[in-house]
Every structure is written in structure tokens, then in C-alpha cells.
């Protein structure tokens, strides 16, 4: 359900309300490009940072602007019985699947994230990617957590950082989850500066923050890996570099939100206080990479 380029747009802000119209923009420039999908509410969505009723309200958009392209929705949230309404209302909303970390103030014990999944699961009959995010959560999944949580009803895909090294590396790093998730269960990988060696090396999806900003770029890197492309894909990947590089540097969100500051896609300051996005030179930077990407 969720293979190819999944998107994963900003959730912009103006004079710190939610603006639905810059959010509708993102998410119809996703789906016109030919995004696989589009995730709403995970980490470059700042679902944190939203009252539960912007949240529906961004799941409601998005699944009116994306027409027949998919969304997934995020639902994490520090208790289980915050999360399970979430997903309730997320369903309501109609979210084809939702997208979930676990999130936590204190840290949380591999039983407790267990737990948390099984409550979800067993609550509500939505299609759940499990999305390990060690950088915001704390969470790094062990190989039994792995296993225990994929084996869970409802659960279609896993979205976890891709493993640094090139392709020889990502190879492994899909191989083994692979090993460790039933058949059914997709592999994906995050972090765009990785996740295009794990699409080369296999993997069914890229979870992508910069098809949120810049799908054209993100849908056509894509198929040049399927294709076997090297050359369109060496020379994209060059130009995309110093911006992904940034990426991984400074967070997606903040470079998400500097671009579509920059290209009038988004009214700025778009971020909730107190996150604040890059500076000029920053910006610059990254508004010079893709468009370099996109004169290839």
C-alpha cells in the first residue's frame, strides 16, 4: 500500500495558526508530481507541536487534496489512550493507514513499546507503519522488538533511518529487517541522505522529506534508481548533496520550511515557536542544490 515515494510535507504555521491553505498547496504539488503517497503528522509535520483538532484538520485536508494518492497519517502521542483517539479520528478523517513513533517524556522499556503497539492494533483496524525514529524518540528497536511489533495485526510497512555506508551497506541493513518482519510487511527507509542507497539496495519505499517540498526532484530520483539509471542518479545525488547534507545536520523540518519559504510556497516564519528554521547562508545553500537537481 504504501511502496515508492511517500512525501512527508511541513505542517506550516501563520502568526502560529495552522495554515490550511499552504498545507493544501504542499500536499496537491505532492500528489500532481506522481508521489507513491503522502504522510501527514510525523516528524516533519510537527505533529507535537498541534492541538488534536489542527490535527484532524490536517488529515482532513490532505486527504482532500491528495485525490486518489493515499495519506498517512501520524498519530503519536505520549499516552496510549491519546494515541488510540488519534488513530480513531485519523480514520475518520479517511486516512488510508497511519504512521506511528513511539513517543515519550520518559524513556520508554521495550515492553511499554510493545504495549503501546498492541493497544493501537487492537483498537483500531487501520493499516500502521511503525516508524522507528531513534533521533526524536530515544527508541531504537532491537531485533526481538522488531519481530514482536511486525507480527502485530494491521501493521503493513516499517519506516526506520537507512544505514550510512552506500548501497553495499543498505543492502544489509534491508536484508536484515527484512529477516526480521513477516513477508507482507514492506521495508522503508527515512533520512534522504541514506534513503536513495536503501531504495537502490531494495527497499519498497522512501519516506521522503524532500518530496514534501520538492516532489518533482524526489519522484524522478526515484525512478531513475528503479530504471538503473546510475548516471541521472550519481548526478542528482551530487547536486541534491550540500542540501541533504543540511538535512541531516540541522533536521528536514527546518530545511523544508526554509525552502518553501524561499520559493513563496509557505508565508515565513511557517514553523511553531520556538523551532526556527536556517539562516540565510543555510537557505541559500540548500535553494542552490535543488535547483541544480532540477536543471538535470
Not at 483538532?53 to 491519546?82: F, H, I, K, M, Q
Amino acid at each position: 500500500m504504501f511502496a515508492g515515494v511517500s512525501a512527508f510535507p511541513l505542517t506550516p504555521v501563520r502568526d502560529e495558526e495552522l495554515d490550511e491553505d499552504a498545507l493544501g498547496l504542499l500536499v496537491a504539488r505532492a500528489a500532481e508530481a506522481g508521489v507513491d503517497s503522502v504522510g501527514v503528522l510525523g516528524s516533519t509535520g510537527n505533529a507535537p507541536y498541534l492541538s488534536v483538532d489542527e490535527r484532524r484538520r490536517v488529515v482532513e485536508r490532505a486527504v482532500l487534496e491528495a485525490g486518489d494518492v493515499p495519506v498517512l497519517a501520524g498519530v503519536g502521542a505520549l499516552r496510549s489512550t491519546d494515541v488510540v483517539a488519534l488513530a480513531l479520528d485519523a480514520a475518520d478523517a479517511g486516512a488510508a493507514g497511519m504512521l506511528l513513533a513511539p513517543v515519550s517524556y520518559h524513556p520508554l522499556t521495550e515492553a511499554e513499546v510493545l504495549g503501546l503497539y498492541e493497544d493501537v492494533t487492537s483498537a483500531v483496524p487501520l493499516p500502521l507503519v511503525v516508524y522507528e525514529n531513534p533521533r526524536t524518540t530515544g527508541v531504537t528497536f532491537s531485533d526481538e522488538l522488531w519481530r514482536d511489533v511486525a507480527a502485530l495485526p494491521h501493521v503493513v510497512a516499517v519506516k526506520s533511518p537507512g544505514a550510512p555506508g552506500g548501497v553495499g551497506a543498505a543492502r544489509d541493513r534491508v536484508a536484515h529487517l527484512r529477516s526480521l518482519v513477516p513477508t507482507h510487511v514492506g521495508v522503508g527507509a527515512s533520512g534522504d541522505a541514506v534513503a536513495v542507497a536503501a531504495l537502490a539496495a531494495g527497499a519498497d519505499t522512501w519516506w521522503s522529506v524532500l518530496a514534501g517540498v520538492a516532489p518533482g526532484v524526489a519522484v524522478r530520483l526515484a525512478r531513475a534508481v528503479r530504471e538503473r539509471d546510475d548516471a541521472l542518479v550519481t548526478a542528482l545525488a551530487d547536486a541534491l548533496g550540500p542540501a541533504l547534507d543540511l538535512v541531516t545536520r540541522r533536521g528536514g523540518v527546518r530545511v523544508a520550511a526554509a525552502l518553501a519559504e524561499h520559493r513563496g510556497l509557505v508565508d515565513g516564519p511557517c514553523l511553531p515557536r520556538p523551532l526556527r528554521g536556517l539562516d540565510g547562508a543555510e537557505t541559500a545553500t540548500a535553494d542552490a542544490a535543488l535547483a541544480a537537481a532540477e536543471r538535470l
